[in-house]
């Protein structure tokens, strides 16, 4: 059983610009309200440690595994409820592509899988789908001020 999240957000921004601030985990305490910090080397195979705000000010922590690294076009990692990918998993995934004059839309998304998928998905959507919406939000606020 798998449940989905998806957002897309469309910015004045050109796709390498939007690439620059997604890839850069060492400034996301700095614009970030929702994934608020990412400890590892963003190259594929690395070893993550991802902390988001789900309910402010409650902090999670888990695990992940970048397993998607395709500059300027996709970005996604993979993180399982206490190594247990047939319980619980998340695939974390930012999909980027170019659009005319300079602009970028992103697709932002999270695919839920494993055994308590389910209860957990019912217990974490709004809160995650309201994060990830802060998350585009702040993304696009980041790109605007850089372009100034």
Same mark, same amino acid.
């Given at each position: 059983m798998t449940k989905k999240i998806t957002t897309r957000i469309q910015m004045d921004a050109p796709v390498n610009d939007v690439w620059a601030? @997604? +890839? %850069? =985990? +060492?400034?996301?305490?700095?614009w970030n309200p929702f994934i608020v910090e990412i400890s590892g080397q963003c190259t594929l195979g690395a070893s993550l440690r991802i902390a988001v705000i789900l309910q402010p000010p409650k902090r999670q922590t888990f695990e992940a595994t970048l397993l998607t690294l395709v500059p300027a076009q996709s970005l996604a990692w993979r993180g399982s409820w206490k190594g247990s990918t047939w319980l619980f998993c998340g @695939?974390?995934? =930012? %999909? @980027?592509?170019s659009l005319p004059n300079a602009r970028t839309e992103l697709t932002h998304s999270e695919t839920f899988s494993g055994l308590l998928s389910a209860p957990i998905f019912h217990s974490i959507r709004h809160d995650t789908e309201r994060g990830f919406g802060a998350m585009n939000a702040a993304l696009e606020r980041r790109l605007c001020a850089s372009s100034t």
């Open positions: 601030v @997604l +890839a %850069d =985990f +060492a400034n996301y305490p700095s @695939l974390h995934q =930012f %999909d @980027l592509r």
